[in-house]
């Protein structure tokens, strides 16, 4: 069992940055994969980047692509979101999710889920 715990949301402007930070119960080498979704009400969970715990692969969605930053501390067992220059589309709920077999942005790929920590970016 893994227990993720995001934290970092809030209200913003656009053109402000947060970040966000996830903490995983146990180390993140033990999954294969870590990554962030979001959903707002209403539509799916949408992916936002993802990191393979083994040799920290990166990959991000084209909404986000050179604005946010997927990282992991090992020491800490802390996984990462850096969000910068955010705009009013970027609001949701960010959650944090560990894959233990595959790497992939399929939902149905990650095994547990924190509960969610919701970010307001307004115009």
């Known amino acids: 069992q893994v227990r993720l715990v995001e934290s970092g949301g809030g209200s913003v402007q656009a053109g402000g940055s947060l970040r966000l930070s996830c903490a995983v119960s146990?180390?993140?080498?033990?999954?294969?994969?870590m990554a962030w979704f979001r959903r707002t009400p209403g539509k799916e969970r949408e992916e936002v980047a993802r990191?393979?715990?083994?040799?920290?692969?990166?990959s991000y969605s084209d909404r986000v692509k050179g604005r946010f930053t997927i990282s992991q501390d090992f020491i800490n067992n802390i996984l990462y979101l850096q969000m910068n220059n955010l705009k009013p589309e970027d609001s949701a709920t960010y959650y944090c999710?560990?894959?233990?077999?595959?790497?992939?942005?399929?939902?149905?790929?990650?095994?547990?889920w924190g509960q969610g920590t919701p970010v307001t970016v307004s115009s």
């Open positions: 999710a560990a894959a233990l077999w595959v790497c992939a942005w399929k939902t149905t790929d990650y095994n547990y």
């Open positions: 990191i393979s715990t083994g040799g920290s692969d990166t």
């Open positions: 146990r180390d993140p080498r033990r999954s294969v994969c």
